[in-house]
């Protein structure tokens, strides 16, 4: 099992200015390098303090030359927002630049603030996206971009410098929702999902893909999904359970605010219909009862509570890879470096010697 960081770049409720929290961001990812970390991964989020990376691709190239071991992943390029032709150039080029420890991560956006603001109709983003993944993962392979399509109509062009790899078997891709679970399949991507309620009920999308998956790409082996949690770890049980709550829960009113989950627009949106379902349950359960059962189903604890979670999640999804969120919410910096010390020296070594044990609820 590997373990990878997924950065936010938020400055959400923080006593920083935006220039001193990158700097932080960049600390923490070079320390990541530094203690083992598998994987770093970043947002791609645009026009608030939620999310300030409107181009991880940009960001993970000046980390390739500060960084030695750790693998490098935009976490997600947001596909309607984005030029294929662009996607593919800059892809080809950090791969350059981090040879050998480059994947991509591809989503379509939730954020209908962010989507007037890229002068985008949420309701092509299924289209758009699928349009656009094949056309960058045929770029990739061939080194030549084109494409006749309904929305993107390019010529016949040479990526150069020329891609050195494709991306098909490095493919990950944002599935939050039935409709992303089974594009995810289709184009061969693995799973990447944040955690949002009790593990139970995550098992069948999880299986939904799978078998998708194994459809779709005969003679590949499923990968195993990536689960993402906004964690916490601390030596003391209870004050991380204390910091939990204050700051997981403060995470889950931006996540409320940003995506403004409190709306009816979802029903109304094509191919965002499920998530209206999702809005319309934490309105029955009311903003106290679904922000606890958020924080509960995230991974926080001692390193060896975290250690015993991730056992558990093994014996009920099978095979996973974590990917954690250390720092958000207008969390002190202090706390999410002890989150990453803790993570690097005591759950690392720990969850890589973890034996995969036949899954079943």
């Known amino acids: ?46 026009f608030e303090a939620y999310g300030m990376c409107g181009d991880n691709m940009q960001y993970l190239s000046y980390l390739a030359g500060l960084t030695k071991n750790i693998r490098l992943v935009p976490g997600a390029v947001i596909l309607p927002w984005n030029d294929p032709l662009r996607v593919i150039e800059k892809m080809a080029m950090l791969e350059y630049v981090a040879p050998g420890r480059v994947a991509l991560g591809v989503g379509r956006g939730l954020s209908r603030k962010e989507y007037r603001g890229m002068r985008q109709d949420m309701n092509e983003s299924r289209e758009r996206f699928d349009e656009a993944i094949e056309m960058i993962l045929r770029g990739l392979d061939t080194g030549i971009a084109e494409n006749d399509g309904a929305f993107y109509r390019q010529p016949r062009v040479e990526i150069r410098p020329r891609p050195r790899k494709g991306y098909r078997d490095s493919l990950f891709c944002v599935a939050m929702s039935p409709d992303s679970q089974m594009a995810a399949a289709r184009c061969g991507a693995t799973m990447m999902t944040f955690i949002q309620h009790a593990i139970e009920n995550h098992v069948p999308g999880i299986e939904a893909w799978r078998e998708e998956f194994a ?147």
């Open 1 to 46: 099992m590997k373990l990878g960081l997924l950065q936010v770049m938020q400055n959400w409720h923080k006593d920083l200015d935006d220039y001193q929290t990158w700097q932080y961001e960049i600390g923490m990812a070079l320390e990541a390098d530094r203690l083992g970390f598998d994987s770093l991964w970043c947002v791609e989020h645009h």
């Open 215 to 361: 459809k779709h790409n005969p003679g590949r082996a499923v990968p195993a999904p990536k689960l993402t949690d906004v964690t916490l770890c601390h030596e003391d049980p209870e004050e991380a359970e204390r910091l939990a709550h204050q700051y997981i829960g403060a995470h889950f009113s931006s996540v409320m605010e940003h995506y403004d989950f409190a709306g009816d627009h979802f029903k109304d949106t094509k191919g965002y219909e499920a998530y209206q379902q999702g809005a319309d349950l934490i309105k029955a359960a009311g903003l106290d009862g679904a922000r606890t059962a958020y924080i509960n189903a995230q991974n926080w604890g001692t390193p060896e509570q975290i250690i015993e979670k991730y056992r558990e999640r093994q014996r009920i999804v099978g095979d996973f890879e974590p990917l954690i969120v250390l720092s958000y919410a207008g969390m002190p910096d202090d706390v999410a470096r002890n989150s990453l010390r803790l993570f690097g020296e005591k759950v690392i070594p720990a969850i890589s010697k973890m034996q995969l044990e036949p899954a079943g609820v």
